[in-house]
Every structure is written in C-alpha cells, then in structure tokens.
C-alpha cells in the first residue's frame, strides 16, 4: 500500500520569511514523489516532480524540493515567500515498483503568506 | 485551448437527479482520471482510462456511478440518482502516458457539485 501524510494543516509564513510544506510518504518500493499546487476555484498545477537522480529537485515558481530516504520525507521549499505563494499544496506518491500504479494524494496544505 | 476542460463550471441539482460531467483532455494525452475532492479533503480516484484499454473503474464509490472515453477524447462522468454526500469538486486530469509513466498529470479546474 502507498500512503502520503502531511502533517501540517495550515502553515503561516510572513512574505520574504522560507516556506516550507512538509510531507512524508509510504511506499513498499521506489517512489514517484509529486507537488502540485491549487488557487481557489482551480484545478490543481504541476510544481515539481522526483523521479531519480539528485535529491534536490527544482520546479516552477522558484520552489524546491528535497527528498530524504531515510526519513521518507519530501518537503517542499521556498526560500523567500511571496504573498501570491498562498494557496492549497499537495504531495503525491506512487510506487513505481509495485502494480500498484494510482497516484496517492495527501490531504492538503493551505499556505498563508502575510505581507 | 491547451488545457484540460471540463463543463460545466458549476452544478447546482436536486437530490434524486442524474448529472454529466464533462472532459476535453489536452490533445494527444493519451490518459485520463477523474477525481472527487470533498471540501477541506484530498483527491480521491475514481476511474482513469488509458488509450483503448478497458478503464480502471476500481474507485468508483458506488454503481451510481459511470464513465465513459471515446477514444483518446471526450469522457463523461455519470452520477444518477444524485445524493447529498455526491457534492463536491470533481477534477479531470490527463497525461502524455498511463500511470507506468513519469509524466505529471495535467488537471482542468474542475466541475463543483452541489446537491440540494
């Protein structure tokens, strides 16, 4: 089975401070890791992915993400906030390695930023 | 336009109704999901489709509850007999290839339910 947590419901930054979205993820495999962003009344937009490779992935936005192995994590990052940045954030996994093929969505992340 | 499409916008029906949802994929995507996201909730899948493969209706929550794809088109989701727990956003996405594949899926802004 694949799982995403993200333990944070809402996160508050003051504009120009770093963001960061915390998820951590359940695979039996290797995993797909994913970040999509949402704006009220709007579907979801693709932010980043991670396939292989380097653990530091970069997307749109100016927004990162590092994943971690060990600690089954794959938080999202911004090293200075803008007030436009607010909105619902989601983590997605899949398990590459399993027939187990659906994407498995967290329960979301609503970022504030304050001016 | 380029991206995903889905009509309508908002759906206000009442309770015992049968609705149709609507989904234009971007062009050449071969793959195509629905998903139901309830207020203050993630997405929950509910059917996807790949090219002429037979659909992955595996999250359908009830036989309420249908879909159909022509081709690498158009697809419909079907919801008779409409109850007050159907309300919510329902999202449509398409990719270049199914789900063995790298690509992201690419969402339209979805159809938002409301069951009086």
């Known amino acids: 089975a694949q799982s995403v947590a993200q333990p944070e419901d809402q996160v508050n930054v003051a504009e120009g401070n770093p963001l960061t979205v915390k998820c951590t993820y359940s695979v039996s495999g290797n995993p797909y890791l994913f970040w999509y962003v949402q704006y009220p009344n709007r579907g979801l937009q693709f932010l980043l992915k991670?396939?292989?490779?380097?653990?530091l992935v970069k997307g749109s936005y100016g927004f990162e993400a590092e994943f971690n192995k060990s600690q089954t994590s794959f938080h999202l990052k911004k090293p200075s906030a803008l007030v436009s940045d607010s909105a619902l954030y989601f983590c997605a996994v899949r398990d590459m390695d399993t027939n187990d093929y659906k994407l498995s969505f967290g329960a979301g992340t609503t970022v504030t930023v304050r001016a | 336009g380029a991206g995903v499409s889905q009509s309508p916008s908002n759906k206000v029906t009442e309770k015992g109704k049968d609705v149709e949802l609507r989904c234009d994929p971007i062009?050449?995507?071969?793959?195509l999901y629905w998903y139901r996201q309830r207020l203050g909730q993630g997405l929950e899948f509910l059917i996807y489709?790949?090219?002429?493969?037979?659909?992955?209706k595996s999250g359908l929550p009830s036989d309420r509850f249908s879909a159909e794809r022509t081709g690498e088109s158009v697809s419909t989701l079907t919801i008779q007999r409409t109850q007050q727990e159907d309300s919510a956003v329902y999202l449509c996405?398409?990719?270049?290839?199914?789900?063995?594949?790298?690509?992201?899926?690419?969402f339209g802004d979805g159809t938002r339910l409301s069951i009086l």
């Open positions: 991670y396939i292989t490779g380097d653990n």
């Open positions: 489709f790949q090219g002429n493969s037979a659909p992955d």
């Open positions: 996405a398409s990719s270049l290839q199914g789900w063995g594949s790298r690509q992201p899926q690419h």
């Open positions: 062009s050449g995507h071969t793959a």
